[in-house]
């Protein structure tokens, strides 16, 4: 049977299974998704198979699986983290629990893989790592490996904590990668794909896909169906580029948009939104709402970072049937328009229910799914990941000064401003670790506040893990290793911050009883505002994809702590902590530290994953 030249994808509930088609975009090639349940058959004329990573494992009773037929395909395989474990234990392998590893992995392969032909010879194992360094920077996120391979299986390569971080079949064209090829830290992760594209399944280049404008309008058109649309817009890349299309894809009086105040914005945020919105003539096609007082009121009771979200979701939902009661607008003839991109909806648990909630996003509560499931919402963007969107505004022609803005989340400094109802003081570490980072010049406590994390495609929420040195000096290189051995080797935490700013030993640090308050939020918004500044002031906001400024209710003396979260990313689905020059954080450090209430800065010097880029 003759191919169609398209890569099937199985969806085993990983969090960058639908990254995976879009790196496969990336390469011109066409790739369709199917459900665990997929039979055999089915995926019979695809030109080759790929197994996507997943929150469980292997091993668990109620663990997903796939038609036992498919390895047996006539067809090229690739499985990916959970699909690599699952793929070899089909073939007869074993899989069992091993230490977690997390983020940047050193990968060695193997020189086996010299010995492996290309397809069409005499064996069907293609090279999946020709072109590529025999060492190499790749991206993890998992807590089980493949302990035993079967003979007709050889290992490719490994890491320091992965002994078979790749494996191939000696006679077939069956592949695994324990660590994840589609993400955009893994170093050589795009030529790896195109090896298995190009040289394994023999598809060859498609012609590349003509300016996405005119199909994402004539979508809108088609959604739209003679509808109107009333958009929610937060001056962000996002809903911007969303807003926009619809503007010109639909005529101007059936678009409008509402920006709502919520009182937890940055500061100057409605008014570089109305800037932004006079540059690109559409200041009267947006109404403003001041709904600050009704948000803070919500949210003053709200600890769980997952309730938060949930609250603020379903106010922007009930705010947006208000207006349209106000503005007179008939809802039966209008569409709620977002500005939701890929990344929120995978983490908010997907649209498959296989992926796990990570976090839910506020245009993913549960009133926005349910009015999705009527079919009165309108997302263009719901496909795309962040670098796309900002690709999509330059075609647009919008400013630089947008589409290069610093994401900032709809439930904005809400999920910023950390809270707790429990005191507690910082934990002592064990010996072990206290002898390992003072070797490095650092000492450490465990800090009884806990951050949302993701680790092997599944949600964590764990403790924070505070470092100190005696050197003013910040040494990345070392910090970053340090950081990814402790959450590796500690389960109990997830995420690292270096204390920058203060005076105090960290074993004075306690933690304080903490709500959302006006007052709160005001000085979080002053220390972001900083930060903002200085990194502007030194023309380095372009060298940072996102910049979080944290206010966390860490207390050396009487007041709270800000934590620093420089990162950068392309997708926003990894991330690695930025390293901004030491003298730059100094001044950001010592101008936060003359806020009154502020006791102390830290720096977040954690990937992701383990940890997320926001810490709620």
């Given at each position: ?5 398209r ?15 879009r ?39 109620d ?6 037929r498919?390895?047996a ?12 474990q ?20 050193q ?10 032909p290309?397809?069409g ?28 391979l ?5 290992t490719?390569?490994g890491t320091d ?14 592949f695994?990668?324990q ?16 090896n298995?594209?190009?040289s ?11 300016g ?11 959604a ?40 937890l ?16 003539g559409?200041?009267?096609?947006v ?18 970072p ?10 922007f939902?009930?705010i ?11 809802p039966?003839h209008?569409?709620?328009g977002?500005?939701?991109?890929y ?63 610093w994401?900032f ?17 910082a934990?002592?570490?064990s ?18 506040l806990?951050?949302?994390?993701v ?13 100190a ?10 910090l970053?290793k340090?950081?990814s051995?402790l ?14 700013g ?6 004075d ?10 007052e ?11 930060a903002r500044?200085e ?5 380095l ?14 207390t ?5 702590s ?13 991330a ?24 102390a ?14 810490w709620?």
């Open positions: 049977m003759t191919n169609n030249g890569i099937a994808i199985i969806d085993l509930g990983g969090q960058y299974c639908h990254l995976i088609a790196r496969l975009r990336d390469l011109a090639t066409d790739s369709t998704i199917f459900p665990p349940s997929v039979r055999s058959e089915v995926l019979s004329h695809y030109a080759g198979l790929i197994l996507s990573g997943g929150p469980q494992s292997v091993y668990d009773p663990a997903v699986s796939i038609d036992e498919i390895p395909l006539d067809m090229p395989i690739l499985g990916i983290c959970y699909g690599h699952l793929l070899a234990k089909l073939l007869g392998g074993e899989v069992g629990r091993r230490d977690g590893e997390y983020g940047l992995a990968l060695r392969t193997s020189t086996l893989n010299s010995f492996l290309p397809h010879e005499t064996s069907g194992a293609g090279p999946l790592f020709h072109g590529t360094p025999p060492a190499q920077r790749v991206w993890m996120s998992h807590s089980d490996a493949v302990c035993e079967p003979r007709e299986l050889i490719l390569a904590r992965c002994s078979c971080a790749a494996f191939a079949h000696c006679s077939k064209p069956l695994g990668l660590f994840h090829p589609e993400v955009a830290h893994t170093e050589f992760g795009e030529k790896i794909l195109e298995f594209v190009r394994i399944c023999g598809i060859g280049e498609a012609e590349p896909a003509a996405r404008v005119p199909a994402l309008c004539e979508r809108i058109r088609r739209a169906a003679g509808k109107s649309v009333f958009f929610l817009v937060s001056g962000g890349v996002d809903s911007t580029v969303a807003f926009v299309l619809c503007a010109i894809a639909l005529p101007k009086e059936r678009v409008l948009g509402l920006y709502v105040d919520t009182g914005m940055r500061q100057g945020e409605t008014d570089e939104l109305r800037a932004n919105l006079g540059r690109l559409l200041t009267d096609r109404r403003i709402w001041d709904a600050s007082e009704v948000f803070l009121k919500a949210l003053e009771t709200q600890i769980d997952e309730d938060k979200r949930r609250v603020i979701g379903r106010l939902v009930e947006q049937s208000q207006a349209l009661h106000q503005f007179g607008i008939d039966d209008w569409l709620l977002q500005g939701t991109i990344p929120d909806t995978i983490e908010s648990g997907g649209d498959s229910g296989r992926a796990a909630v990570i976090k839910t996003h506020h245009n993913r509560c549960d009133e926005i799914r349910e009015l999705i499931r009527q079919g009165k919402v309108i997302e263009p963007l719901t496909e795309l990941y962040k670098d796309e969107v900002r690709e999509l505004g330059r075609e647009l022609g919008l400013s630089a000064h947008l589409t290069n803005r994401p989340p709809g439930p904005g400094l809400a999920i910023r401003c950390l809270c707790t109802l429990t005191p507690g003081g934990s002592a570490v010996p072990e670790i206290a002898a390992t980072i003072a070797h490095d010049g650092f000492d450490g406590v465990v800090l009884p806990r951050s949302v994390g680790q092997g495609d599944a949600r964590t929420y764990r403790r924070v893990f505070a470092l040195q005696k050197d003013r000096e910040l040494d990345y290189q070392k970053g340090l950081s051995a959450c590796n080797d500690n389960i109990a935490v997830n995420r690292v911050a270096l204390l920058i203060g005076n105090r030993p960290l074993t640090a306690r933690i304080v009883p903490a709500t959302i308050t006006p709160r939020v005001e000085l979080l918004r002053q220390a972001d505002f900083i500044s990194i502007e002031r030194a023309n906001a372009d060298t940072v994809w996102q910049f979080p400024v944290v206010l966390a209710p860490i050396f003396q009487d007041g709270e800000i934590v620093l979260r420089p990162v950068n990313s392309v997708d926003g689905m990894t690695s902590f930025a390293c901004l020059p030491s003298d730059l954080l100094l001044t950001i450090s010592n101008n936060i530290l003359a806020l009154p209430g502020v006791d800065v830290f720096l977040d010097v954690t990937n992701k994953p383990p940890a997320t880029i926001e709620e």
